[in-house]
């Protein structure tokens, strides 16, 4: 089963805001929500499109070594990885977990690769290997990320920003280029909720598209954790340089995206797939940036 955007948006803020005081009780809830996938459609402002993979991760470790409580299920940090390693994202829980088990960190690690190898509804979307002194490598299976592009396109966001300043001028250019190609796209673009499909990923995927598209990805992670002042005892001070930096990143992977992938003349499921991740670039740059901060569709 593949968790869908309303799906996840239900998991991890149940898991977060209402865990039973019985660390068993709430190791078994991460279990339950895992099989069930589906089980509550409710809505979150900022969902993450990783939120059950950390469930996935936090199951492993109820299953293999103790409850998983809030504080534990808070350090399940995932990384962006890919470029410069072949895996997509990356987690030290097990290192940060080794001096409180007593156990070596590649021990853990590979016992929660290896749990979650063993359930179809996790390999099904991820593949998870342990190596090194304990890292945790997470490959994304094309049909999962398809899904989560599809889902972070439609996701809700403002679309008027009251604010007065200007951006920096890469970003300015980035959100009205987007603007310009979706308008010059509009054959292929409709994102009601009945129209949007599932895009095809195994069609001549670019690498800059998947740099593009997991890039996405940590951002919606990011806002769905750090947005808000005194979640996951982050500082402002260093939520703000987080803020920056991911946005500067999505600045440089797309312009690389836009200067090597073409939305037009190329086939229809190409093109319908990089107009899905113009769309959610679009919506991530606004959703990344600060309030008072007002972008122009037009240059």
């Not at 990356?90 to 016992?111: H, V």
């Not at 304990?134 to 490959?139: A, Q, S, Y």
Request: charged fraction near 20%; proline fraction near 4%; include cysteine.
């Amino acid at each position: 089963m593949i968790l869908g955007f309303s799906e996840l948006s239900a998991l991890k803020p149940n898991l977060l805001t209402n865990p039973s005081n019985n660390s068993l009780e709430y190791g078994n809830f991460i279990k339950q929500a895992i099989l069930d996938g589906s089980a509550s459609q409710c809505h979150q402002e900022s969902p993450s499109p990783l939120g059950a993979l950390r469930s996935a991760i936090a199951e492993a470790i109820n299953d293999n070594f103790l409850p998983v409580s809030r504080e534990i299920f808070n350090k399940i940090s995932l990384e962006m990885c890919h470029p410069k390693y072949e895996a997509h994202f990356t987690s030290a829980i097990a290192l940060t977990l080794a001096g409180s088990l007593k156990l070596d960190a590649l021990q853990i690690a590979e016992a929660i690769a290896s749990t979650c190898s063993q359930k179809t509804e996790v390999s099904s979307q991820w593949q998870i290997q342990a190596l090194g002194k304990g890292w945790l490598n997470i490959f994304l299976q094309h049909e999962y990320l398809a899904k989560a592009l599809r889902d972070l396109s439609l996701l809700p966001i403002s679309e008027v920003n009251a604010g007065a300043e200007r951006p920096e001028p890469r970003l300015q250019y980035v959100y009205a280029r987007c603007c310009a190609l979706l308008r010059l796209a509009i054959d292929y673009q409709d994102f009601s909720n009945d129209k949007v499909c599932i895009p095809q990923f195994k069609d001549c995927l670019e690498p800059v598209e998947l740099v593009l598209v997991l890039r996405n990805l940590a951002i919606a992670d990011y806002s769905a954790d750090y947005l808000e002042d005194g979640k996951n005892n982050v500082s402002h001070r260093s939520r703000e340089k987080l803020r920056k930096n991911l946005l500067r990143s999505l600045a440089t992977d797309f312009l690389s995206f836009y200067d090597q992938c073409r939305i037009f003349g190329v086939s229809h499921n190409i093109a319908y797939r990089r107009i899905l991740i113009i769309e959610t670039t679009r919506k991530m740059v606004l959703r990344l940036s600060a309030p008072e901060i007002a972008y122009a569709e037009y240059l």
